[in-house]
């Protein structure tokens, strides 16, 4: 651990001390507090919910949310982005912790965190830029979704909900002047945060929604479900802790499934929100640094008695559009609700969920990518396909397997239409040789249309396939290539390559006297290298 620690303040996850405030003004600090205090209002419900779902108490939820946000906020990749206990991680937990008890839910967190800290070490966050933007739109769009219908249950009567998918369901729904009273303070909350800006923006309107809303009730006694209905959040400083769960292999065949399903849940979330946090405060990069910084939090969490947890996209847009730029504001967050725990929980158990509830509102309204909905028609066929399909499986499942199948239809869409393009044109020349100029990639998927291109039985002695116009991409094609050999071959009939690289020179055994050298051959790396003596297959250069 030490050596982590190190290398995240010497090497490439130093904190750029400008973005903890560093040289900044105090009407810079005065925007980055409130922004936190506004997150650290709204991670309250979210910390004590997503507790039930995974079974434990609301006090293991909020010091996750304190530990994870603060850490992340120090070290991560992006400033501006919070961190906390979410639904997503929940879900997967609620079945260890009801088969096996809380202290190997704390052991796995830990062990989660180490793998995220090796997938930061190893820099396997760069390959988020594999993910396609349309995957990126049902991201975003399941995500509003499910922080839609995470919002539904503060209309249940508290204290009747079961845990679910996405929060707490099957309880009793208010009814009534109740539930009239709390849908009317929830739009007022809402008129409240789209006026405010157009008003002032010496406050941020989140936090003067919650503010008013929360006075009209406290002052005037309305009845309606508060913060403190949901549980209460007073405690104390989390305390070191070593999970209590034998030393065993046993044990580690029990977590590490979960383990690796939270890293990869956690890491995927993260990186998602990274990139869209990037996208409105105009940066870029921090993939490594931040899968580092969620590793940390969560290793620490575990021995302080927390839940585990990842980036939050719902509380990051509130962060960035109340104007948080730094890592001021994520700081302030964490350290707010520590003091909320600690100091103020009476006061904070007095607000209206339904204050919360509109500002989350308006975070949907925000987030969900409504230009989607027009380009459906405009965009290609298979796009339009990913990004209904990754908002549908990211409401019915989670959102890590709701990107893998993306990113999966969107490589299988991809390799089709791309194995489609592989042709030839054929010509003779006055020599009576048949030239065949192949053009299109030639790869894993076009490897059999590239076979169905040559008639050997039918073609002249001699044949010559000119590879200027296509490119040789893996060991499929190679191996294409090597069965076009024999069958020529075979045939008896001469067979001259031409315009191959300098690598296809070398990885071809059969056909590599039948390459003929010229001053215009291609210069590439085959993207994956057969060796045929060993049978191991390489990365390529």
Known sequence: ????????????????????????????IRIEVLAGLTVALALVPEAVAFAFVAGVHPLVGLYAAFIVGLITALIGGRPGMISGATGALAVVMVSLVAEHGVEYLFATVVLMGLIQIAAGVFKLGKFIRLVPHSVMLGFVNGLAIVIFLAQLTQFQVPGTAEPSGHGMTGGEWLSGVQLWTMLGLVALTMAIIWVMPRLTRAVPAPLAGIGIVAAIVIVFGIDVPRVGDMASIEGGLPAFHIPMVPLSWDTVEIILPYALVLAAIGLIESLLTLNLVGE?????????????????????TGFFGGMGGCAMIGQSMINVNSGARTRIAGIAAALFLLSFILFAAPLIERIPLAALVGVMFMVVIGTFAWNSLMILRKVPLTDAVVIVLVTAVTVATDLATAVVVG????????SWQNAKRIRASTYLTPEGAKVYQVQGPLFFGSAQGFEDLFTPEADPARVVVDFADSRVADQSALQAIEKLAARYEAAGKELQLRHLSHDCHRLLTRAGHLIVDSDDDPDYGVAVNYNVRTGILSGGH
Do not use: H, K, P, W
């Open 280 to 300: 409105i405060t105009n940066r870029r990069g921090g993939s490594s640094q931040e899968c580092v910084a969620q590793g940390v939090a969560n290793t620490v």
């Open 407 to 414: 990113v999966i239809v969107s490589a299988l869409a991809y």
């Open 1 to 28: 651990m030490t050596r982590i620690l190190a290398a995240v303040a010497n090497g490439r996850f130093s904190a750029d001390l400008s973005s903890l405030g560093a040289g900044i003004g105090l009407g810079r």
